[in-house]
């Protein structure tokens, strides 16, 4: 019974391509986030959905963009990929803000 | 926010006790985390600690947190080759709802 799930596990796409990663919590958490992790294996916060409000990292390009069709659901949809988008993407959730975050097992994206 | 600093790398062999430490910044932030991270895999939640205690133990988890200092340490006893991973600690900032991370302790047991 998987808490917090991503798709794909693994992605591998050309530059300048448009492609979403999609995240799925079945613990009926109300906050979602996103993070990256890069190569050299820092983790930074992306965003974070609660209720339906969006707070976004300011670092983050706006080609990304969270996308939340319910609240057990937060897709990360990335435009015009670049060679510095491969990473690791993991989504998590907690029960409200501020509270225990539970991690997916990640989506290693490579971009060629 | 400011970065949270911790050792890259650290050795021990199987059966002694690891310690690894974390320098926070946020002296208002009302939890802390340790996270592990196995090769290639997502990262689980080991344990955390609320910001009035000092101490937390949990099997072969101690954590410690000195908040005068802004510093939590993590202590495995009779660590395993299974224990190898990378770990992370994080804090809550206040204001913020999301997790600001060390930069991971890649911890290495050999047998």
């Known amino acids: 019974d998987t808490a917090v799930s991503q798709t794909p596990k693994y992605l591998v796409t050309q530059m300048g391509n448009d492609k979403s990663i999609k995240c799925e919590q079945n613990?009926?958490?109300?906050?979602m986030y996103w993070y990256k992790q890069d190569s050299k294996k820092f983790l930074k916060i992306m965003f974070s959905?609660?209720?339906?409000?969006?707070?976004i990292n300011e670092t983050v390009p706006n080609r990304f963009s969270p996308k939340s069709p319910d609240k057990a659901h937060l897709n990360l949809h990335i435009n015009s990929l670049e060679l510095g988008d491969s990473a690791v993407y993991f989504c998590?959730?907690?029960?409200?803000?501020?509270?225990?975050?539970?991690f997916g097992p990640g989506t290693r994206l490579l971009v060629l | 926010g400011e970065d949270v600093e911790q050792s890259l790398f650290l050795s021990v062999r199987e059966g002694d006790s690891s310690v690894i430490n974390c320098t926070y910044t946020?002296?208002?932030?009302?939890?802390l985390y340790w996270y592990k991270q196995e090769p290639g895999a997502g990262l689980q939640l080991l344990t955390y600690?609320?910001?009035?205690?000092d101490m937390k133990q949990d099997q072969r988890l101690t954590v410690l947190l000195n908040k005068k200092d802004k510093h939590l340490s993590l202590r495995i006893a009779d660590t395993q080759t299974g224990d190898s991973a990378i770990y992370f600690c994080?804090?809550?900032?206040?204001?913020?709802?999301?997790?600001?991370f060390g930069t991971g302790t890649r911890l290495t047991v050999i047998p």
């Open positions: 998590a959730s907690s029960p409200g803000p501020q509270e225990t975050q539970y």
């Open positions: 613990l009926g958490h109300d906050t």
């Open positions: 959905y609660n209720n339906k409000e969006l707070i």
């Open positions: 946020d002296s208002s932030s009302t939890y």
């Open positions: 600690i609320f910001s009035n205690m």
């Open positions: 994080a804090e809550d900032q206040t204001g913020a709802n999301n997790l600001f």
